[in-house]
């Protein structure tokens, strides 16, 4: 199932622009960007859809624990590398 944002854009998709263009991204800021309810659920999408997502536990001032997730873009140059090696 995919949840649309208001511009009918899938929030899914919405995250994984985000993340690829600023790097990462907590469930409050997508929550006050997008009112994303379930970041967690649309990374787990994301997920098994190959992209390759980390997350990290921080803590802020208060002691609240939340969790940021980073688009390991990386991994994906890697894996770009690769491919081009392996056929060149």
Not at 28 to 53: F, T, V
């Amino acid at each position: 199932m995919s949840f649309k944002t208001r511009n009918g854009q899938p929030m899914k998709t919405l995250v994984l622009n985000h993340l690829r263009k600023h790097g990462n991204l907590s469930p409050i800021e997508a929550s006050a960007m997008w009112a994303c309810r379930d970041l967690p659920k649309r990374i787990s999408e994301l997920r098994k859809e190959g992209h390759p997502i980390t997350v990290e536990y921080k803590q802020d001032d208060m002691g609240q624990r939340y969790a940021r997730y980073t688009y390991d873009a990386a991994s994906v140059r890697q894996a770009q590398q690769f491919q081009n090696k392996a056929f060149a």
